[in-house]
Every structure is written in structure tokens, then in C-alpha cells.
């Protein structure tokens, strides 16, 4: 597919949801740089909410290919551009309106598949494609590093003649023939650095910029081989057999955890940079702390500091890594979902590992789930892609079982680990027994029980509560009024060790006052319900002497405190980790036995379709945590629901059991994996208006067998930033093409600019 055809299929032939103002749309003059005998009209998306590629003249004397970087004119402004393809002139009836391209800047090009990839996506995702271009050269807006400066000898004899000379500076004069930076040259002619400046003040020696050649150390894949088992060789023969294919080759590497699954693919990109010079591989990975986990494997595997890509790096090593990867000279990038719009030249592997978790589906601006454009990013390099996880979703296990992936299982840990003992604590008849004032606890007694005898055997416990903060809800007792994020029906998370009411939606923050602001009843606003800041606190009154940490986003903000924090686990010098998910996968902690879930019911809890797998994936992975290396390991689940299947099938450890559960009730439903859904979210800070203009839409709603569309109904937080909240769902047979459905239906209805609409195809995410 070329990329004018990519941009076509994506359906932006109409106007689409931005729209430039009348006075920024008026027709321009004509262009001086425009020649009527021009044979070629180059079409460029330009980096603004236009809803199409926009063509522009070639000027006398410029060439440009697809992928090329442009400065063009839009209205009155110059913006840049990115060129897609070239048509001729017969296909415009008024030439004289064209304007021509003003200039063309070395950016490194967009390579074809890249460029082809970023225009799909944007057809996907229903993105005006100069947004969703305009994200992917982001990096392209941080200037490049200034070029260091070398010193070179002048041309001018008379300099020379008039200087006094010594041994030290004929040393320098001797050595400065091509330009050299200040301490190279110093060191070089064996002088201080004094001696080459006054030769530089005298005119002896003239400053330079130093060209700017990026090394890049390169992958060495004999660097150290693992030594893998018989069950892990045997998959790596799989794959390598799917790798010889040379063709698109989507994979599922289906293992338990601790069963070795990142040395068996770790292998599969050995494979590739040894027998391709040219092939680059990317390894997405979905949380920052498990990015530093497997980047110092992979250093240690391939000799090498290997290309990361997330939030945090710097704006440096930003552009450098993007202008490296689209000059090829990058090969093995390991990062976060957005390492996917990275422009690679030869991209021959992609890795996805843990495939199943929810933080590779974007949530903001152009919404998309990394795992499936992986798929489709593969297909388009004619690449391998591994899929790897110990809970598969549902979408990809689906697939292995239809045929359309390769599906490769490990279903033994490594070495002599075995899979951790698993128990259900009903926790109606195991109610925690209230502290020594009273105060609500909760660790039931035989979970308590379960870590005294750990700590005796000087093993480590991690204690499992996806919920940051002291407590999730502060209300008055007085007048019963729930805090909440002002202009936001979202709660106030009480977080006790900084002393703040914060919300984790909007990132409001205040002190927690000592008056509820409602009824100004003192001293009256209580906390409701468990964090890990709360459940630090019961670790720290009934273990006094164990050594407790909380590993959370709130403590390990960034990759260093996160490596920091995971070092001292492993150093043994925290006993007890009180953890949210961000510990819950990835991690290899050979002293830890015991993992006892706070609260398995949490995440059962709202209208979310996939609430049951996402518990179930999650407690997988955080029980899986336990017994990973020679000592045995041990799970405690705290459960009301102890009949629940998600419970039932983790006591039993029968994956297979609660998966077929799960896909019966969505086959019934048709939803994904078995029908696709689109949520429409609207917002307005004007009530009446959104409410008038959602009836007015759902009177246009295609009549159109095999979809079915449900609303408009107020969002579950009807309320945020001030912004009033309204939801569809489209919900379409899988022969159904949703987008097309979704742009015909916004086409038939002009939408007021004060009302904001959000699309969102195969929404993970239901608030």
C-alpha cells in the first residue's frame, strides 16, 4: 500500500472533527514560486487538525520524496509538512490557486513503511493525520545539540611568522592538520591546554564546528548466549522456525510465569542481528520499572547499552534515538507503547511482552492499543512479532486458537521453581480483628499468621493493593459529603504521608483541611477504605521490627527510584513490600515466598466488559511473584467472593477453565474478541447543550444491520475539569467496518464548537 493510498483508506475524503476558521481556510493568491509547467504536485499533511493531505506546487530546482520534511504555506502562516506522495496537474482544474512548497529541511526522511504505518494508524484511529503526524515527529521540535568546536591551523603565514615559538606550540602546529576538539589536540601534541588557546587568541589557530558522526555501539548477539532448558530450547526452535518464514509471523509465547519466556525471545533477536546486518528490533514493555528490570538483562545479554525509549529520557536522547532509528543506525530499541512510532528503516522483529496488560492501550489524544498496531506494523514489514505472556488477553488467545497465530507454550518454570501454593481467605468469616484502639484493620489472622512464620524463615513478603495513597474516599461524618476534585465527580485520595487530598484523574491537589468545606463540622472528615499507605501503616504496628517499604508510581516516580527500590529488594533489605501493580509483573525477586493479596474483589468491581480477565491477569501475575527461585512459594487471596470464577480458577490455578468462562459470556454479548466497539465521548461545559445536541446525534444514527449503538447516557464521571460528560457505544459484528460506520454517522450532523468529541476505537477504558 502507498502512502497517498494509506491516507485514503483511512477515510478523511470529508471534513473531519477539526476544523480551521474561515479566516485561515481563505483562498490564498498565487504563488510566485509556482510554474504553470510544472509537471508535479506534491501532497503534504501538514502538522495542524487539517482533516486531508493538502497539495502544494514544487518549485523550479527542488526535488522531494515521500517522507521528506517541508516548511509550507497554510493561510498566513508558514507551518511544517511532511510530504506523502505527488500527483500531476491534470487532476486540478485552477493550478493558479496552488501555492508552492517555501523550503525543505534536513530532517532525517520517514521511511516508506513508517510513513505508510503512521497514515493507517491515523485512519484507525479516526485521527486527522497531520495530529497523529504531528505526535511521531515530536521529537523533531527539540533543536539539535550545537556541533563542538575543533581547532585547526589558519591558512595565514604571516601569523605564524610573527609568533614567538617554542617547543610546545611547534608540538601543537605539528599536530593541528585537521580539525581536533580542544582537549584531543592538547592531549595529541602532548601540551596543556593554555598552549592551544593563546595559539587560537595569536590567529595561529582558528575554531571549526566539529562534524557531528553519531556512534552508535551495536547489539552483539554471541555477546552471551543464554543456556536455555529443554523447554525453552524447544520454543526458541519454534520460533526460529517462524522466523525462517520470512514473512509476516504473528506469535503467542504462552508460559507461566518464571518460566523463562525473555530468554527464549531474547534469543529470537539474537537470531535476527546476527543473520540480518540491517534488521531492527523493538521490545515494548508497558511500565517504566520493568523497562530498567529487563534493560539490565538485555546489556548483560548483548554487551551493550541498548536504546530506550519512554516519558522520562531526556530531550537529548530523544531526537538522537529518533534520528538514529530512521537512519538505521539504531538496531535494538526496548520502550514503552509510543517506541512503536519510532521511523524504523528495517524493522524485522517486534516483541511485545506482558501483551495482556491494559498500559499499552493510550488513553489520551489519539487513542490507540499498541498490541494490535504492533500486529498490523509486523504485517506491513513482512515481520515476526511475539506476543508473550503468562495470562493472554482474551483478543490474542482467541487468535492462537483459531490459527491465525502460531502458539508456543511453556508451561513449566524454570530450573526447579514450581508454581506457588494458592488459598482463598473468605473474608466474611474471617473478619480482621480492630487494633489496639480500635481502629479498622486489614489483614485477616491467617494471613497474619502466614507472614510471621516468613519473616521467622528470614524470606521477604510482598503485600498486593492496587490502590495508591492512605485511602480512596474522605467523607464528613457530620453531613456525610464526599470529597471530591473541584469541577469533578471524581473522588479526593487521601495521601497521609504528604498530607494532601489528591485526585489521580486530574492531578488536583490540596491539604487536607481540618473543617469539611461543606458544613465546617471540625475535625469531622474520616477516611474509608485501604491504600498502601494505610496498609504500611498496619505492617509497621503489628511487625515492628520488619523492614517495610511501599512500591508504588507515588514512590518510584522515575527510573532511577525505581531501580533503586527494586536493588534493595533484591539486596534483601526490605521484608516486607507493600506494592500496586507496578510490582505485580516483570520482576524476579529470589527471596520472596509469600504474596497475599490485601483485596482480590477490587478490581471486579464497576461496569468495566473486562473487568473478570483483568482481575484474573492481574492476580496471576502478582501471585506469580512468589517462589520463583529454589525456596517454594506461597499465595493468600482475600476474597468476599470466594465463589467467584476469577477466584476459583486462581485457587485451582486452572487458566484454561476460567478463559473458556470468559469467552462463552462475550460470544454470547458479541463483544471483542467476538464483535468490535467504539465509544463516542462528548463534553461541553454548557449542560443543557450537550444534552440537546446527544439526542439531535442519536437521530442520526445509520440504520445498519449487524451494529448496534447504545446511548447517549451519562459517562460514569458525568463530570470532569468543569466539562459536562455524555457517552455512545458502538458495538459492530466483526464483518462490519466500524470506522467507516463511526465517519459516515459524524458526517450527517454538524457539531457546535463548544461541544468536544472524542472517539475511542476498541475502548479499553469505560469512565
Given at each position: 500500500?502507498c ?28 504563488d510566485?514560486l509556482?510554474?504553470?509547467k510544472l ?52 487532476a ?5 490557486r496552488i ?8 530532517d ?11 497514515l ?6 479516526l ?44 608540538a601543537?602546529l ?6 581536533m576538539?580542544l ?29 557531528r ?18 523447554s ?27 518460566s ?52 522520562n529520557?531526556?530531550n ?50 489519539a ?11 509486523a ?13 493472554p488477553?482474551?483478543?490474542?488467545l ?8 502460531a502458539?508456543?507454550r ?29 481502629e ?18 528470614q ?25 471530591t476534585?473541584p ?17 489521580h ?32 501503616e ?7 521490627e520488619?523492614?517495610a ?10 527510573a ?13 533489605e526490605?521484608?516486607?513490600i ?9 520482576h524476579?525477586?529470589?527471596?520472596l ?27 496471576a ?10 525456596k ?7 476474597t ?31 463483544f471483542?474478541p ?10 461541553a ?5 450537550l ?7 442519536a437521530?442520526f444514527?445509520p ?30 459484528d ?31 477504558s469505560?469512565?
Open positions: 500500500m502512502v497517498c493510498e494509506a491516507l485514503s483508506a483511512s477515510g478523511y475524503d470529508k471534513a473531519g472533527d477539526f476544523v480551521l476558521d474561515a479566516k485561515t481556510m481563505s483562498p490564498a493568491p498565487p510566485p509556482f510554474n504553470e509537471t508535479t504536485i506534491v501532497k503534504v499533511v501538514v502538522l495542524a487538525p487539517m482533516a486531508e493531505a493538502l497539495d502544494y506546487a514544487l518549485p523550479v530546482g527542488m526535488s522531494l520524496a515521500a517522507g521528506e520534511h517541508v516548511i509550507v504555506p497554510l493561510g498566513h502562516a508558514k507551518v511544517r509538512g511532511l510530504v506523502i506522495g505527488f500527483e500531476t496537474p491534470e486540478h482544474e485552477d493550478l493558479s501555492k508552492g512548497v517555501l523550503a525543505k529541511l534536513d532525517p526522511i520517514v521511511p516508506e513503511a513508517s510513513l505508510t504505518f503512521w493507517w494508524a491515523a485512519g484507525w484511529t485521527t486527522p493525520p497531520g495530529i497523529f503526524l504531528n505526535g511521531c515527529l515530536r521529537a523533531l521540535k527539540i533543536p539539535r545539540a550545537a556541533p563542538k568546536q575543533g581547532y585547526v591551523l589558519t591558512d595565514e603565514q604571516p601569523a605564524r611568522q610573527k609568533i614567538r615559538m617554542t617547543k610546545a606550540r611547534q601543537v605539528d599536530t593541528a592538520l585537521v580539525p576538539g582537549c584531543d589536540l592538547a592531549m595529541a601534541a602532548g601540551v596543556s591546554t593554555g598552549v592551544v588557546s593563546a595559539l587560537e587568541k595569536e590567529g595561529v589557530l582558528h575554531k571549526v564546528d566539529l562534524a558522526e553519531e556512534v552508535w555501539p551495536q547489539p552483539n548477539p554471541d555477546f552471551a548466549p543464554a543456556r536455555l532448558n529443554d525453552q530450547g524447544a520454543a526458541h526452535q519454534l520460533l526460529r522456525m517462524e522466523q525462517d518464514k520470512h514473512a509476516f509471523a504473528p506469535v503467542l509465547l504462552d508460559g507461566v510465569t518464571g523463562g519466556k525473555t530468554e527464549v525471545y531474547l534469543e529470537s533477536v539474537a537470531d535476527l542481528l546476527r543473520s540480518d546486518p540491517d534488521a531492527q528490533v523493538l521490545i515494548l514493555l508497558p511500565e517504566i520499572a520493568l523497562t530498567q528490570a529487563v534493560l539490565g538483562r538485555l546489556e548483560a545479554r548483548f554487551g551493550v547499552e541498548v536504546a530506550q525509549w519512554h516519558a529520557i531526556s537529548g536522547n530523544r531526537r538522537r534515538i529518533w534520528e538514529g532509528v530512521a537512519k538505521g543506525h539504531v538496531r535494538l530499541v526496548v520502550g514503552a507503547r509510543s517506541a512503536l512510532f519510532l521511523p524504523y528503516q528495517r524493522l524485522g522483529l517486534i516483541v511485545v511482552d506482558e501483551e495482556h496488560d491494559g498500559s499499552y492501550k493510550q488513553e489520551e489524544g487513542r490507540y492499543h499498541a498490541r494490535d498496531l504492533a500486529v498490523f506494523r504485517r506491513l514489514d513482512g515481520a515476526m512479532v511475539i506476543l508473550a505472556s503468562a495470562t488477553s482474551l483478543e490474542t482467541t487468535n492462537a486458537e483459531k490459527g491465525r497465530y502458539w508456543i511453556l508451561e513449566q518454570r524454570h530450573g526447579t521453581a514450581q508454581l506457588p501454593d494458592i488459598s482463598l481467605i473468605d473474608m466474611k468469616v474471617h473478619t480482621p480483628a480492630k487494633g489496639g484502639r480500635g479498622q484493620m486489614w489483614l485477616s489472622d491467617t494471613l497474619v499468621g502466614e507472614i510471621i512464620a516468613t519473616l521467622r524463615r524470606e521477604q513478603v510482598l503485600l498486593f493493593l492496587n490502590r495508591r495513597g492512605y485511602a480512596p474516599l474522605v467523607l464528613c461524618k457530620a453531613c456525610g459529603e464526599k470529597m476534585s469541577n469533578t465527580d471524581s473522588w479526593l485520595v487521601e495521601h497521609r504521608a504528604s498530607g494532601r487530598l489528591v485526585c484523574l486530574t492531578g488536583f491537589s490540596m491539604r487536607k483541611p481540618k473543617t469539611c468545606p461543606h458544613c465546617g463540622a471540625q475535625d469531622s472528615l474520616i477516611s474509608v477504605g485501604p491504600g498502601v499507605e494505610r496498609i504500611l498496619e505492617v509497621h504496628a503489628r511487625f515492628p520488619a523492614r517499604e511501599v512500591f508504588s508510581s507515588d514512590t518510584t516516580p522515575d532511577a527510584s525505581s531501580a533503586s527500590l527494586i536493588k534493595r529488594i533484591e539486596d534483601n526490605i521484608d516486607i507493600i506494592a500496586t501493580q507496578a510490582a505485580a509483573k516483570g524476579n525477586f529470589p527471596n515466598t509469600l504474596v497475599g493479596i490485601v483485596d482480590a474483589d477490587l478490581g471486579l468491581k464497576g461496569g468495566d466488559l473486562r473487568a473478570a480477565e483483568r482481575t484474573f491477569q492481574l492476580l501475575q502478582a501471585t506469580g511473584r512468589a517462589g520463583r527461585k529454589l517454594p512459594g506461597k499465595a493468600v487471596l482475600q468476599y467472593t470466594p465463589e467467584h470464577p476469577v477466584m476459583q480458577a486462581l485457587a485451582h490455578q486452572d487458566r484454561d477453565a476460567f478463559y473458556a468462562y470468559e469467552s462463552m459470556s462475550r460470544e454470547i454479548a458479541k471483542p467476538f464483535g468490535r466497539l467504539a465509544a463516542l465521548i462528548l463534553s461545559k454548557d449542560q443543557n447543550l444534552n440537546r445536541f446527544s439526542r439531535e446525534l437521530l444514527i440504520n445498519t444491520e449487524g451494529v448496534d449503538v447504545y446511548g447517549p447516557a451519562d459517562a460514569p464521571l458525568a463530570l470532569v475539569r468543569g466539562q459536562w460528560r455524555k457517552r455512545f457505544l458502538v458495538r459492530a466483526r464483518n462490519r467496518d466500524l470506522q467507516a460506520f463511526v465517519n459516515h454517522w459524524l458526517a450527517a450532523i454538524k457539531r457546535p464548537n463548544a461541544i468536544r468529541l472524542v472517539v475511542d476505537i476498541d475502548p479499553y469505560f469512565l
